[in-house]
């Protein structure tokens, strides 16, 4: 399996100061069709993740332009420019570049 | 579109866990998804379970093949998974989602999520 490693574990934000999460596949996850199979997810305290970033890059459906993916191949960074308290929770990776998918350990992001 | 699980909280060792999950708002014979189980063990990293496609196709994690069966009910608009000869191991928080492709790109859909704890 394809071991998914996030950093940091905690990210401790300031409201209206930009954060960053590293991720590291042990793989590849460049496709041959050019995409990046990389998705991030947040799961807000006592909710279900929802998507935010997939196929590397392609912000999901409603979600805020200050949430942005970037990195291909093994290395990959999510950048949120301007941190909102609505924001705070637990952001985690997947590849699906292969079965099965696999999760980082996640990363929580709290208020300062 | 909505996604409910439903099934006991609480199951004996060795025996199976039963879930199913309900959908709303969109139809299991959407030609575009894939329907899945994702668990959460307590503390630990997220597990894909395993998908089905309408057409009664389905794929597990290798982890799990020998004791995972994903159905799909389309009249009902529901799909179903079994675990069978559950451990402590397999308390978690159980969601059923829904995904853009066979390559589980795109969870999109998830359901609010049923804790299932194995314990005599």
């Known amino acids: 399996d394809i071991v998914m490693t996030q950093s940091p574990l905690s990210l401790p934000v300031t409201p209206g100061e930009a954060a960053s999460i590293s991720c590291r596949s042990s793989?590849?996850?460049?496709?041959?069709?050019?995409?990046?199979?990389l998705d991030w997810y947040l799961q807000k305290p006592g909710k279900s993740p929802q998507v935010l970033i997939y196929?590397?890059?392609t912000r999901a459906s409603g979600v805020p332009d200050r949430f942005n993916g970037s990195g291909s191949g093994t290395d990959f960074t999510l950048k949120i420019s301007k941190v909102e308290a609505e924001d705070v929770g637990v952001y985690y990776c997947m590849q699906a570049i292969q079965i099965p998918p696999t999760f980082g350990g996640g990363t929580k992001v709290e208020i300062k | 579109l909505q996604l409910q699980e439903a099934g006991p909280g609480l199951v004996k060792p060795s025996e199976t866990l039963s879930l199913t999950c309900t959908v709303s708002?969109?139809?299991?014979?959407?030609?575009?998804?894939?329907w899945g189980w994702i668990r959460q063990p307590p503390g630990k990293d997220m597990e894909w379970i395993g998908s089905i496609y309408y057409n009664e196709k389905s794929y597990n994690n290798p982890s799990l093949e020998s004791r995972v069966t994903i159905s799909i009910d389309t009249p009902r608009n529901q799909f179903s998974l079994k675990l069978r000869s559950v451990t402590a191991a397999d308390t978690a928080i159980y969601y059923c989602?829904?995904?853009?492709?066979?390559?589980?790109?795109?969870?999109?859909?998830w359901g609010q999520g049923t804790l299932v704890t194995v314990s005599s």
């Open positions: 989602a829904r995904h853009a492709g066979k390559l589980v790109v795109r969870i999109d859909s």
């Open positions: 196929l590397g890059s």
């Open positions: 793989q590849s996850l460049l496709h041959s069709n050019g995409y990046n199979y």
């Open positions: 708002g969109g139809s299991v014979t959407d030609g575009t998804s894939y």
